[in-house]
């Protein structure tokens, strides 16, 4: 359990530590190209959840309400049943991670719009263009942590179907022969 509490906190602080190094260094009005055609870094204030959705300022408080529910249960999820695959450990802990680290934005990063108006928004960065008008969003550390946590733990769950399905129709052939072998006994 402790290797994966590390992973979350390796999670949080690197998703932290590029959040301030685009706070800090990035020119808000401008990007900066990483890799020319492909991916560039672009400051974006989210107001809303992963890559911009729902990004109305006065949703705040459900995004919060939700993240802090899904993350306690899945901390005790992680907890309390002790799973014994090391993917789907390493799924939950970069789900957990990237869901603290967006946490915590929520919480500390604040602006003033035009009107004079608080907002609390997640800072966002990290601009894939490569597929032009097909993938429009902008992302960070904590939203690539989330998803890719996600898509293991997709993984992970229909691995665990397929093997329980397995082991369910072995049983049963097992048990249909062991009658079959009592019935030519008799």
Known sequence: MYLWLIVI???VVADQ???LFVVELLDRTASLDIIPG???FTYTENTGMAFGMLGEKNQRWVFMVVSVIALVGLLIYMWKAKLQSRWANMAL???IGGGIGNMIDRVFRSGVDMRGEKYYFVVDFIDFYALGDLWVWVFN???ACVCVGGAMMLGW???SMIDEY???KKAKA????GVEEDTDKQ
Do not use: N, Q, W
Request: proline share 0%; net charge positive.
């Open 93 to 95: 802990s970069l789900i």
């Open 166 to 168: 397995k082991a369910d």
């Open 174 to 177: 097992a048990a249909a022969e």
């Open 9 to 11: 906190f390796a999670v």
């Open 38 to 40: 492909i991916l560039r």
């Open 17 to 19: 530590v590029t959040k």
């Open 157 to 159: 769950c229909i691995k």
């Open 141 to 143: 550390v904590a939203d």
